[in-house]
Each structure stands twice: as C-alpha cells, then as structure tokens.
C-alpha cells in the first residue's frame, strides 16, 4: 500500500509532485518564478496548496 504524503513536500517529493527530475530545474522554471517555498532550520518544504496555485496561474 502507497502512503499518502503530506501538505508540505520535501524537494524530491515536489520532484516527483512535478514529474521533473532536476533540482535546477524545479529551481530555475517554478522557485525562481514565484513558487513559494518553505524554510525552517535550512529544511525546505513546499506547499502542496502553493504547488497547485502556481501551476494553475501559469496554465494558458
């Protein structure tokens, strides 16, 4: 059985939420255009919610 995964996703988990496989890429085609990220003690989380938001704006 698959576990379902939390609101607040990992890198590799908004990898995967994505369907991409580069952390530049996560960075340099969602981050640095206004997906909100997540920092607490240096562990980066991303939002499910903000994950879903962001692609919806940027829907054509």
Do not use: C, W
Not at 49 to 59: C, G, I, N, T, Y
Request: charged share 35%.
């Amino acid at each position: 059985m698959k576990k379902e995964k939390g609101r607040y996703l990992t890198v590799e988990e908004a990898l995967d939420y994505f369907n991409i496989r580069s952390r530049n890429t996560l960075k340099r085609n969602f981050i640095s255009k206004g997906l909100p990220v997540i920092v607490i003690n240096g562990t980066q989380r991303i939002d499910k919610l903000d994950a879903d938001k962001f692609m919806q704006a940027h829907k054509k």
